[in-house]
């Protein structure tokens, strides 16, 4: 499982790399369709950063801890 991660992870973090890049390189000018693209990029390489997390997490057999959520949160995530 780590070395899957690994496989995983060293692409999405070229992504994110290039895409907080490509943010500096077009400026305060970005435009609203290149802002919206870029926040699609940047958001889904944070949600599959996340997953190969917690895939590890399951493979490693950690115990998770509790936290307080709410339901809001937890309909949002789902929704994202």
């Known amino acids: 499982s780590a070395g899957l991660a690994h496989e ?3 692409p999405l ?4 790399a290039y895409t907080g890049q490509l943010r500096l390189a077009l400026g305060p000018d970005i435009g609203a369709d290149n802002e919206k693209r870029l ?3 940047e958001h889904a390489t944070d949600r599959m950063t996340r997953l190969v997390r917690n895939v590890l997490r399951v493979a490693r057999k950690e115990e998770l801890s509790k936290e ?4 809001q949160s937890v309909i949002q995530n789902a929704i994202d």
């Open 39 to 41: 926040s699609r990029i």
């Open 68 to 71: 307080v959520i709410t339901i």
């Open 8 to 10: 995983l992870n060293n």
């Open 13 to 16: 973090l070229i992504i994110s």
